[in-house]
Every structure is written in C-alpha cells, then in structure tokens.
C-alpha cells in the first residue's frame, strides 16, 4: 500500500493502513527487469496505487498493464488515476482471473484476524490467523508460474507456518529490511514455482533464514541502494485477465449504477423472469390467495405495472426454517427427560423493486414475509 505522502503514515496507521515509504519502494524496484513482451502485474492492496504505477514506469509503461484492488473509496479514486484499472473494493469480493499476472506487488493490511459474528474467522492454516498471510493465500493464485513476488510485511509474522509457504511457492526467495523502520517491515523477493522439495538446500538456507529474522534472532540486511544480483525478469502475460471484476456492489455504487441505466436492465423482465412460455389461462379468475400462492412460490416474476401506473420488478421465493420445541417428560425413576424437536417451517417471501419514474421510493426494495 504505498503513499504518496509518506509524512502522512502516521495518521493511516490508526486505520490499518501501513504504506510502503517511498526510499524502500525505489530501491526495491532496482530488483525488476521487464521481459520483451507486454506485462500485466497487480497491487490488491494498492492504496493510493502510487506503488504498482511506479512499477509500471520502472518496467516500461508502454509495455505494462498495471491493475489495483483497494477498499478504501478514497484512496481508490486516486488510484484510478494511475493505474489502467482498479477495482473499488474488497479482495476477498472480487472475482479475478488466476495466474493472469507477471508481478505481484502485495503490502497488505497488518493485524491479527478476528472472527465474525458467525463464528468464522475466513483463514484457511494451522499458524497464528494474521491478516497478511490471509491476502497471501487470496493474492498466490493470481501470480503466474515464474511471476515475481515483492512481499512487503512486519517481520514477526514470518512464522513457521508463513516460512513454509513461502519456501514452497518460491524459490530464489531474499529478503531485506525496508528503509524506514517505523513499521518494522522486511521486503521479501521471489520467483513463483511450482512446489519445491524442502530437503533441498536452498530450501532449507532460505527457510533457516526467514525464520531468525521472524524469531527476531536475526536483523535483516537493510535494502541496498542498487541491486546487487541479476534482476527478477517479470515475465510476459499472453492476455489480460479474463475476468476483473467486484462480485457485490455497495449501495452507493448500485444507486449511481441504476441512475446511469435508468433501470438496471433494458428488459428487465429477461433476467428476473423465467422464459416466456404460452400459458393456459386458469379455469377461474384467481383469488387474492391464489396470487399471493403464485408470488411466493416464484410462478410470477418480472415486471409489473399496476392501474396506478406503478411499476414493480416483482420476485418471490420461499425458504425453508427450522423452529425449535422442547418436551420435558418424567421416567420412572423419576429423571427429567429433555426432547428437543426440530420442525421445518417454510416462508414465503416476495420482494418487489420499485422502477417507476419519479416515484420517492424509486430504487428502493419493498419485501413482503
């Protein structure tokens, strides 16, 4: 997450926003070297997405894609600016084509993970359940094969757990300390690969290495002002990502999508209804009852305007849930049995989506249980 105004950090820490500073991110960028052909590389953590332009310039941007991810509103419209695409929102919500990616430049948020009101904390490992290692299971798919990683986080979250993985996934794996040490940060570089043995020595040099620097036994070399070895070449993307998009919308976004349609579709009826089919009028006129059946049950569905000129995009469903009794019996030796009954109860919902022009509830979703 690099900032372009790095006297700024201070107060972008309070809200889990550690950027990278700016002596760190141009000497890390001595490390890369551009390919021959045309590039795509990532920041899913872009912040104001000062970092992945930066490293478009470095590579050639006539030659680079650059693509950002960021949650924040804010700094996401000023990413906009910079990058070919960003993406304005979570991701852990976006849908986003694996291995489409030559770089993956991954500062992610800092913290430990709390669970939600479901009980699910969303990490899938054995370790500690930190944030930077949850991006980096969501971001390692989304690297090509011999992609270049620059993974920037505290060093003390380089656990057993984070090691391996990391010496798995990578090899020509070197790690250095970032130039400003307010937030206590390591640069880590390397060249994804498909799984490597661990008895390997190199394996096993990195792995001892990550370690001592994570146990705090060891102090990593500060990043050197100019690259020392051969360059990380990122390598060339056949084509952009096939899909780069946000699964949800928040509502602000939804309401501005709606105005800028006028209506969500232009025959709104083809995606919220099923297919036309030539229907059989009913023996009678239906009831209320009859109607309400049919709503709930999803047999009318589409748009519908009243004799009031109201239009509605109208669904119903029902689903299915479970009400819990309890039953207290005596036995013979005079304990209390407790029975506990689960008994299905279905609910028929039916919302409609108010579309008619000029109409104070317009956009606004009216559910009836």
């Known amino acids: 997450m690099a900032l372009m105004f790095p006297r700024l950090a201070r107060n972008f820490i309070k809200n889990g926003y550690f950027p990278t500073d700016e002596p760190t991110l141009e000497r890390a960028l001595t490390a ?43 700094r996401a419209a000023h990413a906009r600016r910079l990058v070919d695409r960003c993406l304005y ?5 976006a849908l986003i084509s694996r291995q489409s990616f030559g770089l993956l430049f991954l500062n992610p948020p800092y913290g430990d993970l709390t669970r939600g009101v479901d ?14 290692k949850l991006f980096y299971q969501r971001s390692l798919p989304l690297l ?9 986080i505290p060093f003390y979250v380089l656990d057993a757990e984070f090691v391996g993985w990391l010496t798995r996934h990578f090899a020509d794996l070197r790690i250095y300390r ?28 990195a792995r001892g290495l990550l370690l001592k620097i994570g146990q705090g036994d060891t102090e990593a070399e500060e990043l050197p002002c100019e690259w020392p070895f051969l360059p990380y070449t990122v390598p060339a993307s056949s084509t952009e990502p096939e899909h ?18 006028q209506g969500l579709w232009p025959a709104i009826d ?5 297919a036309q089919q030539s229907l ?34 109208v669904r119903g469903d029902t689903h299915k849930e479970k009400s819990l009794t309890t039953e207290y019996a005596e036995r013979d030796d005079g304990s209390v049995a407790e029975t506990r009954i689960l008994t299905d109860r279905f609910v028929p919902v039916v919302r409609a989506w108010d579309m008619t022009p000029g109409s104070p509830t317009r956009g606004q979703v009216l559910t009836i249980r």
């Open 32 to 74: 890369l070297a551009p390919c021959s052909g045309s590039m795509c590389i990532l920041d899913p953590c872009a912040g104001e997405g000062v970092a992945i332009a930066e490293a478009a310039h470095a590579l050639g941007r006539e030659q680079v894609k650059a693509f950002a991810v960021e949650y924040d509103a804010e």
């Open 144 to 152: 090509q094969y011999d992609g270049v990683l620059i993974l920037i």
């Open 119 to 132: 009980g699910n904390i969303g990490y899938q490992g054995q370790g500690r359940p930190r944030l930077e």
């Open 244 to 261: 780069f998009y946000r699964v949800t919308l928040e509502p602000e976004q939804f309401a501005d999508e709606v105005q800028r349609l």
């Open 280 to 313: 059989r009028p009913p023996a009678r006129a239906l009831s209320h009852w009859h109607l309400a059946l049919a709503l709930a049950a999803g047999a009318i569905s589409g748009v519908v305007t009243s004799k009031t000129g109201k239009v509605l995009a």
């Open 270 to 274: 083809t995606h919220l209804g099923a």
């Open 178 to 205: 970032a130039v400003d040490t307010q937030f206590k940060q390591v640069v880590i570089f390397g060249r994804r690969t498909r799984q490597r043995e661990q008895a390997s020595d190199d394996a096993k040099t």
């Open 89 to 93: 929102g979570d991701l852990m919500d």
